[in-house]
């Protein structure tokens, strides 16, 4: 029998069981059946598949989006792409059946015939003349993405040609991954509201957006599309904003598939019963930035005793619980394949870089041989709503204090970084993450990482790092010209800074999806890329029941 | 008289209103971050693309310019446009959407805080001191210090993933759907807040129960339901009422956790979400309606006191 101070505690005592319960079934991953590549799949068409998104979409034209990742993942299946990069950098046509650059300056798309809009409108040239223009010039979000755009003009029946100001060579990746065509006339119907879930863009899509609102959006397929129909018939996407409520959703069925925004919390994920999470190498680099022009860290010896205390291999297991590759020089192999003939000859170049592997002993003689040897002050800020982050700042404090360098981690939002890192004021070790490359052409960050043209309010050289050698080399990388020669300036730029320290590339966070039970992605990945241009949706397949 | 009570009211929470929009506007101004930063996020932006968003939005005006403009479109019942949590869709309807579901959250919540806080914490009140007030007391401890977050989760699993009784998250459409998806998110917000309605409405009927009137009434030979409903309960209404007033303003608060954990679209969220983003338009009309949801709780508290209690009524015929 409960003693009297016993039966006061019971209630308190049940809620911890209650937890203990839910703890244990969050962690019971043996017992689990995945049904990834291996699950048979079906040709059947699937009724409703709900993905849970982690907040409402900001709107729904990708251009004007705050965040046009999120928006352009459900639709680009609403309104296509001209044409879809594959991480290897080959183009699959969507929209436009051919394209050619007659010149670095000139991208010329053909269109396909007999495609109509969802309201039975035909496909014109002026639409995709106008979707051009619109998302890469000001205010659109996009316009600052697809460098050197000059203007779009109709050249033909089914014709739109690009001009662009420069040779830039990511330019027709750039318009490719972010231009999605939509209806000029109901675009300018809708001028003031348009991206509103008032005015909704009409497209060519697979799909059209039949309700949106704070609770989600659902897209319903739709007759008439001109390519092959996808499996799913209905598409909810909803709103779930907490993680755990998402994997909670997922264990009852309710949910079909979730991106996942903690890495770390994957091993959860994996342990809902039928679920397979879909991991991919991606994009999204991190890295350290030390500026430079500034005491302490304008001294190399110093840089390199940071990147000598930075244990990298500990962060990729702590902060992203191993879902990550280590970074060998400033970007993955992947973003030089373009021009070093290949991911092989990349990677070997990337090995061959100067390495600063975790090694206290070499840090201190570093520091020894700088002008701080005794070590000095300063601060690392960390994301409050990235936890990765946190891990990196706390473990990099812990290594530099045994060199006697006192580091202050201090919380910020992300709104507060964001805007100290493009009014170029980020101080102290800075910590940038989550910065997406793109494709196979190192231009996109590489290119913008370094050298004067790169400094300054908006830019992205945060460590203001340039050298005669850069300079020398930055303008051939940010111009389209022959790979062998961009393939040198590149290997110069990147040479320059795993020497020079001004950055100590961290690791390419990886993008991972959880599909649940029922369902599989006919190619057996989903890679960030099949995320941004919604071929994760036209992949859905059923698998078969056991 | 009332009607002179319930104006000037009226008129204070107006100027209280303004009051809390200029301390917000000033509060979000110095608050790091800017409304541009959360349009850009971390994605490379030209010095055309800033020009462009700085005047589309008026960014770069000085503080009272901005402040003026705001204010002139709320006079004209205009509360702008959203600048990044839903880019270009009007205020007054983002609000609308979301506020009628906090309403329908709060609403649930409070019946079953009625429902199961007065009673527990009048049976508490009868039985002091023994087994019943001890347990019911022993809950509502446990009640209140439980964090809301938790408890949502222990919900949401017991209930929506073990037993399958309840959806995991979502609104429904439809009478009966909405009912079912906002059971969980409001037992959880009035398991948390009933237990202060329970403490309130104990301490009251002990006063209460303490009184001469109730000793005479017992010694006329009423019927116990009598002297506890018409003598008992009435006498303790005021302070419960009072603490209710409280708990509606605590729920604001509250359902904060509550809709993030549940994926409910309610003024909880929006506000999170607006503040994040620093969208300067979208949380200036949430706090003007939360401000003004609280400032027309309490006239309601009051009136009701004032109908409750002869002796309040007096108080406001001299002005007080």
Known sequence: ?546 | MVAAFVLRRLGAGILLLLTLSFLVFCLLALSPGTPLQALLGTRPASPELVDSLNARYHLNDPFLVQYGRWLAGVCALDFGQSISVQSDAPVGQILSERMALTLQLGGYALVLILLVGIPLGMLAGIRRGRRTDRAISAGATVAISAPAFVLAIVLLYVFGVALKWFPVYGTGTGFAERVSHLTLPAVALATVLSGILVRQTRAAMLTAMSQDYITFARLRGLSPGRVLVRYALRNAALPVVTSLGLILVAALTSTLFIEQVFSLPGIGTLLLAAVTNNDVPVVQGAVLVLGASVILTNLAVDLLGLALDPRTRFAVKDGA
């Open chain 1, 1 to 546: 029998m409960l003693n009297r101070r016993s039966r006061r505690t019971a209630p308190t005592v049940l809620g911890g069981l209650l937890l203990m319960s839910l703890t244990a079934t969050a962690c019971a991953g043996t017992d689990t059946t995945d049904n990834g590549a291996a699950a048979k799949l079906t040709d059947d068409d699937i009724p409703a598949f709900t993905f849970a998104l982690p907040s409402q979409p900001p709107g729904y034209d990708k251009a004007t989006s705050t965040q046009p990742v999120v928006t352009g993942s459900f639709m680009s299946l609403v309104t296509e792409p001209l044409e879809r990069v594959a991480p290897n950098g080959s183009y699959t046509p969507a929209l436009a059946e051919k394209v050619v650059q007659p010149d670095p300056r000139t991208i010329v798309y053909k269109l396909r015939s007999g495609v109509k809009f969802s309201d039975g409108e035909p496909l014109t040239a002026e639409d995709v003349a106008w979707s051009l223009t619109h998302t890469a010039t000001p205010p659109a979000q996009t316009s600052a993405s697809v460098r050197g755009f000059s203007s779009a003009k109709v050249t033909g029946n089914l014709e739109v040609t690009v001009k662009l100001s420069a040779a830039v060579p990511t330019a027709r990746a750039g318009l490719a991954g972010a231009t999605l065509v939509q209806e000029k006339k109901f675009a300018a119907a809708h001028a003031s509201k348009l991206g509103t879930s008032a005015a909704i863009p009409v497209g060519t899509g697979p799909y059209e957006v039949t309700s949106a609102n704070a609770s989600g959006v659902t897209l319903t397929r739709r007759d008439g599309y001109w390519g092959s129909r996808p499996k799913v018939k209905k598409l909810n996407l909803k709103v779930i904003t907490d993680d755990n409520s998402a994997q909670l959703a997922m264990r009852s069925g309710d949910v079909d598939m979730r991106v996942l925004t903690n890495v770390k919390s994957a091993p959860q994920w994996r342990a809902v019963p039928g679920t397979h999470v879909y991991s991919a190498a991606s994009d999204t680099v991190n890295f350290l930035a030390m500026d430079v022009t500034k005491a302490p860290f304008d001294d190399v010896h110093v840089r390199r005793a940071v990147a000598y205390a930075t244990d990298i291999p500990g962060l990729v297991k702590a902060a992203w619980g191993g879902e990550a590759t280590p970074l060998k020089g400033f970007l993955p192999a992947k973003n030089l394949a373009g021009v070093a003939d290949g991911n092989e000859a990349a990677q070997k170049f990337l090995d061959s870089l100067p390495s600063h592997a975790i090694d206290l002993k070499k840090a201190k003689a570093e520091l020894a041989k700088s002008g701080h040897a005794d070590g000095f002050s300063t601060t690392i800020a960390y994301i409050d709503t990235v936890p990765a982050t946190k891990v990196l700042a706390l473990s990099l404090q812990q290594n530099l204090k045994t060199l006697g360098i006192d580091v202050t981690v201090k919380s910020v939002t992300l709104n507060a970084w964001s805007a100290k890192f493009y009014e170029h004021k980020l101080t102290g070790i800075s910590l940038a993450f989550g910065f997406t490359t793109s494709g196979t052409d190192p231009a996109s960050l590489l290119g913008s990482a370094v050298g004067k043209e790169n400094i300054g309010p908006q830019k992205v050289n945060i460590a203001n790092f340039t050298t005669p050698e850069v300079e020398k080399a930055l303008p051939v990388v940010n111009t389209a010209g022959t790979d062998a020669t961009r393939w040198d300036a590149t290997q110069t730029l990147l040479t320059q800074i795993a020497d020079q320290v001004p950055y100590v590339p961290l690791a390419a966070q990886d993008f991972l999806m959880a599909v649940g039970k029922g369902f599989a992605s006919s190619t057996g990945k989903v890679t960030v890329d099949d995320y941004f241009d919604g071929r994760w949706a036209l992949n859905l397949r059923a698998t078969q029941a056991e």
